[in-house]
Nanobody
Framework: QVQLVESGGGLVQPGGSLRLSCAAS????????MGWYRQAPEKQREQREL??????????NYADSVKGRFAISRDNAKNTVYLQMSSLKVEDTAVYYC??????????????WGQGTQVTVSE
């Protein structure tokens, strides 16, 4: 079993910054991809959108809406992924979920989610 624990959410004014962290622990051989998704208040779970992802080798992918404002990074030794969010907008308000594709060895790769951390951008 693998646990993902997020931290760093909160309330911030438009134009402000926040840094999210997500640490994975448990039975981990390696982590293939780590990423952040978000679910806006009016959306259902199935409508979570990818914010950013990063492979073990540092290849990144961003949603168009956050390009140039958000930066994802990871520390493989700590099984931790970070999301630096800058120039935040009201429409960035959402619950942010950490996601990881974990390799348990012998070709067993499973998908895990964190519990989510609330990010609210408001005056």
């Amino acid at each position: 079993q693998v646990q993902l624990v997020e931290s760093g959410g909160g309330l911030v004014q438009p134009g402000g910054s926040l840094r999210l962290s997500c640490a994975a622990s448990g039975s981990i051989f390696s982590i293939v991809t780590m990423g952040w998704y978000r679910q806006a208040p009016e959306k259902q779970r199935e409508q979570r959108e990818l914010v950013a992802s990063i492979t073990r080798y540092g290849v990144t992918n961003y949603a168009d809406s956050v390009k140039g404002r958000f930066a994802i990074s990871r520390d493989n030794a700590k099984n931790t992924v970070y999301l630096q969010m800058s120039s935040l907008k009201v429409e960035d308000t959402a619950v942010y979920y950490c996601n990881a594709d974990v390799n348990h060895g012998l070709g067993r790769i499973y998908d895990y989610w964190g519990q989510g951390t609330q990010v609210t951008v408001s005056e």
